[in-house]
C-alpha cells in the first residue's frame, strides 16, 4: 500500500513553543482520511468524525523479516526504554552530527489486534523510550501538547534530530489525526539539542492504559526504524 505524507515543516519551532513499518507483517487496513488535526483537538476529546474519503497514509514498504521485538507486551508502569549507543557526531562535519528523522508511517493490523507507528531514521538507531503521562509537554518549555484520547504516551529518542543545518524539517509524516480504534492521533513534542520528542493520543475502551510493544529493524533502504504497537482493545 502507497503511502501518502505530508512533509515536517520548518514550522516545528512553532508546534514545539505551543506538538515498520519494519513489521514483516503486510495488509494494514487504511483508516478515514480526518478532517480535524489532532493536534487541533483539545486534551481528553476526540475530534469529531470525518466521512471516509481516500486513505490516509499506512505504513511504509515491509521490511523483509528484519523487524525484532525490544520491549514485549505490557503496561509500562514507569518508562519503557532501549538504549543504543550512538557515537558523535555519527558522521564528520559537514555531515549530520546525529541520528536524522525522515519519516513517521502508521498501520493498523486488525487481524492480529495492534496499530502501528513507525519512526524511520537515517543513521545509527537512537536509543529510546517510551511512557504513559497524565499529559505530553514540548521539550524544552514544558507547554501542553493537544492530543485526541484519554491516555497518552510520551515517545522520545535520543541523541536524534528532524532538522537539518538550516532548520528545515527532514521528515515526512502522515496527517496528525490517526483514527484506528484506540491509536488515534500523535504530534511532534520537541527537537531540541538531541533530544528527539512525540504525543500519542489513545483511547482504551474502557479507560486504563492499553498494553504497547517496542520493536526495530532495517529497511532496505538502509534507514532504521522504530515501532511502537498499541493493542486495538
Known amino acids: 500500500m502507497t503511502p501518502q505524507r505530508v512533509p515536517l515543516l520548518a ?24 478532517t480535524v488535526a489532532a493536534a487541533s483537538t483539545p486534551a481528553g476529546t476526540d475530534a469529531p468524525e470525518a466521512t471516509p474519503t481516500p486513505p490516509v497514509p ?12 525490544t520491549w514485549g507486551w505490557a503496561v509500562p508502569g514507569g518508562p519503557a526504554r532501549v538504549t543504543h ?10 555531515g549530520e552530527p546525529l541520528p536524522v528523522l525522515v519519516a513517521v508511517d502508521v498501520g493498523d493490523h486488525p487481524a492480529e489486534g495492534f496499530s502501528r507507528i513507525t519512526f524511520a531514521f537515517r543513521g545509527p538507531t537512537p536509543s529510546y523510550e517510551v511512557a504513559y503521562v497524565p499529559q505530553v509537554v514540548t521539550e ?20 536524534a534530530q528532524a532538522h537539518d543545518a538550516r532548520g528545515g524539517g527532514t521528515a515526512d509524516l502522515p496527517p496528525a489525526a490517526i483514527r484506528f480504534p484506540t491509536l488515534r492521533g500523535w504530534a511532534v513534542a520537541g527537537d531540541f539539542e538531541g533530544h528527539l520528542s512525540f504525543g500519542l493520543g489513545l483511547r482504551p475502551p474502557e479507560g486504563g ?3 504497547v510493544r517496542l520493536g526495530e529493524g532495517d529497511r532496505p533502504d ?3 526504524v522504530v515501532s ?3 493493542r486495538r482493545s
Open 209 to 211: 492504559r492499553l498494553p
Open 58 to 69: 499506512t505504513e511504509a514498504a515491509s521490511t523483509a523479516g528484519s523487524w525484532r521485538v
Open 140 to 159: 524544552g518549555r514544558g507547554a501542553p501538547v493537544a492530543l485526541p484520547g484519554t491516555a497518552y504516551l510520551s515517545v522520545r529518542f535520543e541523541p
Open 222 to 224: 538502509g534507514t532504521h
Open 11 to 34: 514550522g516545528l519551532v512553532v508546534l514545539f513553543a505551543a506538538a515498520c513499518t519494519a513489521t514483516g507483517h503486510d495488509g494494514a487496513s487504511p483508516a478515514p482520511t480526518p
Open 85 to 94: 549507543r550512538v557515537r558523535v557526531p555519527v558522521t564528520p562535519p559537514p
Open 228 to 230: 511502537v504497537d498499541v
